[in-house]
């Protein structure tokens, strides 16, 4: 037998082709609840669209623990060789809206969701190991600069280089985006970085920064920016297709999770602000350590329910895993919560894509979308007299040693601390990708005026001379 259709109070709904009207020629009649729930519900199917990371896709999957390093971190998930830990990836384009292509020259998010014993653990990271800005201060300015010109309502070039030229610090991440890696093939083919640093903390108490590394195991593959213009107006989905296809046919790609662990201590120390967000800790300083194995092998069934109603926050962090002094990361320690927040509403950890797996006890009450029984006859308070929830003080993190003066700070440590990593990514490059890295910046800089080109130049001279003199000669400089 077929089911009944029903309102979502559950009342049977007799008509669902013909409205209520007054005669068969007369007005619609208002008290046709049928029609007002259809439309009204309509009206409210598109949730405010993300500001950044709007276009995705996603997919369910698991991490494998396959080595040890409880010696850094207690997080249960660690525990063991062999566990197996439950996730979900959203893995998008940064400036474009829903409907934009998904072969474009931008940074991919790559944000994942692991649903621990202790709760979930949430890594929003990039495909990227380093960022435009270090600072949270410049994030609105610099999204608006990737955005649409407020008058023409158009992309711009102009806005995002005259960005770029006033802020040095991003000449890495401009490096990386202009290479081949700003434009790869799908989500199967780039690596996922945590970016930030975060910290460990082990069984003893101890602390270690750490940063987290996801190098995909199909290979890096890569469009070059012909490929990637033709395939944006043949198939603006074919990232989104292109996985979704793999893991339906059963090829489920994998990426093999590192980490890079610093001693506390070392920090005060090292030549670089480990902190610092446009920085890499070279492997040869701190080399990767292998924990496992994270693999994709299960689709959506909904997409709204799991994709796009599927909210990560860096604020998400497991007993082991803790936060830095990195000020973009403490930043979105707030933003990322507050935005969902504002899409989703204040319950949005009780949808089912976000919820953990394990049972969650607060005082958080009420507000729009609370679809349990909220909280039931529990006390809304603590503390109280009637067996309400706890503190624990076993999971404490050792205090963190802070000094200094409250002022604004440059995060620099050198006059020409912005120009050594992006000279340094540059040389690493082969000839025939250092010039396809100079034609992608030619074709994109050279549609701005002259004078952001010299200080764009300027800024790429500074970090290599032969890096600058390409992009001067492709731009007749």
């Given amino acids: 037998m077929k089911k009944k259709l029903t309102t979502a109070a559950g009342i049977p709904v007799p008509d669902n082709q013909t409205s209520l009207t007054a005669g068969e020629r007369g007005p619609t009649l208002l008290q046709d609840h049928y029609l007002l729930e259809k439309l009204a519900h309509f009206n409210r199917e598109r949730i405010p669209e993300r500001v950044v990371h709007a276009k995705a896709a996603g997919a369910h999957g698991t991490l494998t623990i396959t080595q040890d390093i409880t010696k850094y971190t207690k997080a249960r998930l660690f525990a063991k060789v062999g566990n197996k830990i439950p996730m979900f990836g959203r893995f998008s384009t940064v400036a474009g809206e829903k409907g934009s292509a998904d072969t474009v020259r931008d940074v991919r998010g790559f944000a994942l ?69 700003g434009l790869p093939k799908g989500i199967p083919f780039m690596n996922g ?104 092998n299960r689709n959506p069934k909904n997409y709204h329910a799991e994709v796009e109603q599927s909210a990560f926050s860096p604020a998400n962090v497991v007993p082991g895993i803790s936060f830095s002094p990195c000020k973009m990361l403490q930043a979105r320690i707030f933003a990322y919560a507050d935005a969902h927040r504002y899409r989703l509403g204040v319950n949005f950890e009780r949808l089912p894509i976000n919820r953990p797996i394990v049972d969650v006890h607060n005082y958080q009450r009420d507000g729009l979308m609370r679809f349990d029984d909220n909280g039931g006859d529990s006390p809304n308070y603590e503390p109280n007299s009637f067996d309400g929830p706890v503190e624990d003080h076993a999971f404490d993190e050792p205090p963190l040693k802070i000094s200094g003066d409250a002022d604004r700070y440059e995060q620099k440590r050198g006059v020409d601390d912005d120009y050594v990593q992006p000279g340094d990514l540059f040389r690493l490059m082969p000839p025939d990708e250092q010039q396809r890295t100079i034609q992608n910046i030619v074709g994109s800089l050279g549609k701005t005026p002259k004078e952001i080109q010299r200080k764009m130049v300027e800024h790429f001279r500074r970090a290599d001379i032969k890096y600058g003199d390409g992009v001067a000669k492709g731009l007749g400089l």
């Fill in 113 to 181: 969701k692991f649903y621990t014993e202790e709760g979930n653990w949430d890594l929003v990271g990039n495909n990227t190991p380093v960022f435009f800005i270090r600072d949270a201060i410049k994030f609105p300015d610099f999204i608006h600069s990737q955005k649409r010109d407020p008058k023409t309502n158009t992309r711009s070039d102009t806005m995002q280089w005259d960005f770029w030229s006033r802020v040095p610090e991003s000449l890495h991440q401009v490096t990386i985006l202009m290479s081949d890696r």
């Fill in 193 to 296: 970085y945590g970016s930030h640093t975060y910290s460990f903390i082990n069984a003893k108490n101890e602390r270690f920064w750490v940063k987290f590394h996801f190098k995909t195991q199909q290979g890096i593959q890569c469009f070059t920016q012909a490929e990637g213009d033709e395939l944006a107006g043949k198939d603006a989905d074919y990232h989104t297709r292109q996985l979704f296809e793999m893991i339906e046919r059963g090829d489920h790609p994998k990426w093999t999770f590192y980490v890079q662990v610093m001693p506390e201590k070392e920090a005060e120390t090292y030549r670089w602000n480990p902190f610092d967000l446009t920085k890499v800790w070279p492997h040869g300083d701190y080399p990767l350590i292998e924990v496992g194995v994270m693999e994709l």
